[in-house]
């Protein structure tokens, strides 16, 4: 799963992406260099359980982050768009806005960004309908005429400044609009971007805007760049200590890291076993079986069953012998819809 950081220059947008991923990028550089890395997502539980049997492995789930040129924030007054191919590919953005400096507006800035996805979409959808429309009247072709159909749809909603995130479709049309890539049609992590004398009013400034959260579309965090970027660069007695000092108990780029992953619909099971205590990410949804082959497709195929034990009654009883003694260890079959968090061991034959 891939995540777009977009925003205008000076926001802080790669130095969000440093604070995520432990590099060095150079701040505030306009040479449009795209950065790209493969980030933890932190898990308490896995720290836990690997506290508890002691692994000679350990291994957390991840998503990609992409840092690349590609937004101006020209809102509709933007002439041109170099929009890079792998910012289309990613799965949702992460949107930076500067909520720091004395120039800051981040409700005018968040307004300004989206009417440039807006009318990014606006632009592709207007050469598509042309192409596909000389297609449909040179071939008669049915699902041609079904399409123009849609991305009508889609062009209304644009040219009422509405962004495909905010629209109903149903099934078959999502999966249909999939292959265009629409910018606007992308979840969105909002991440405002504080002052190091604001860091105690993160929450009061996030219900300042929080109209703008919608479940499973939109998320707001609230960081101050800087301090997290300074963060990740200090040993774990020095950044405790940095972080009593500022009166944070959790650093602000683990819940980004954390609502990021949850707004692209993941969730993680797990497994724990002293070879390694690791972090499966699957879709929320998933059934046992197929939740297996994201281990291997041996395990899919030869599916038997999945012995599956909450986190919480893991953590209280401690010893998978205790969870059978306690009668909390549960067998599923297939069709079981894998919760977040559970302790599997899956059996199969193959």
């Not at 040129?69 to 792998?86: A, L």
């Not at 996030?206 to 990740?232: F, H, S, T």
């Not at 993941?266 to 297996?292: D, N």
Request: aromatic share 6%; hydrophobic share 40%; with cysteine.
């Amino acid at each position: 799963m891939k995540l777009g950081i977009i925003g205008k220059s000076q926001s802080g947008k790669t130095t969000l992406f440093n604070a995520a991923s432990g590099h060095q990028e150079s701040v505030g550089d306009f040479s449009k260099t795209m950065h790209r890395a493969q980030i933890r997502v932190p898990d308490d539980r896995v720290d836990t359980l690997a506290e508890l049997i002691s692994p000679k492995k350990i291994t957390f789930a991840q998503i990609e982050f992409l840092d690349a040129p590609g937004v101006s924030g020209g809102g509709k007054e933007t002439v041109s768009f170099e929009i890079s191919d792998e910012l289309r590919q990613a799965d949702a953005f992460v949107m930076v806005i500067d909520a720091f400096s004395e120039q800051g507006n981040p409700e005018k800035e968040m307004a300004e960004l989206l009417d440039e996805l807006i009318l990014a979409d606006n632009v592709q959808i207007e050469t598509n309908l042309e192409r596909r429309k000389r297609k449909a009247k040179l071939t008669g072709d049915k699902s041609a005429a079904q399409q123009i159909g849609l991305l009508e749809k889609c062009l209304k909603a644009l040219n009422d400044e509405t962004s495909l995130l905010d629209c109903e479709f149903d099934a078959e049309e999502q999966k249909t609009l999939r292959g265009y890539q629409f910018l606007s049609m992308k979840p969105l992590l909002i991440v405002l971007n504080i002052s190091e004398d604001k860091i105690g009013q993160a929450e009061s400034i996030l219900a300042q805007y929080e109209k703008l959260a919608k479940r499973d579309k939109r998320e707001l965090a609230a960081i101050c760049g800087k301090i997290e970027m300074d963060l990740v660069t200090l040993d774990e007695d020095e950044r405790q200590a940095f972080m009593s000092e500022l009166g944070i108990s959790t650093p602000a780029m683990d819940v980004v890291l954390q609502k990021s992953y949850s707004l692209l619909g993941l969730i993680s099971y797990l497994t724990a076993a002293e070879p390694e205590v690791r972090a499966w990410t699957i879709s929320r949804g998933m059934t046992a079986q197929r939740a297996a082959g994201v281990i291997h497709s041996d395990i899919e195929r030869g599916f038997i069953r999945a012995e599956v034990t909450s986190y919480d009654d893991y953590i209280s009883l401690r010893t998978p012998a205790a969870i059978k003694a306690a009668g909390k260890q549960r067998l599923e079959g297939k069709e079981y819809i894998v919760a977040d968090g559970d302790v599997i061991l899956f059996r199969f034959n193959v």
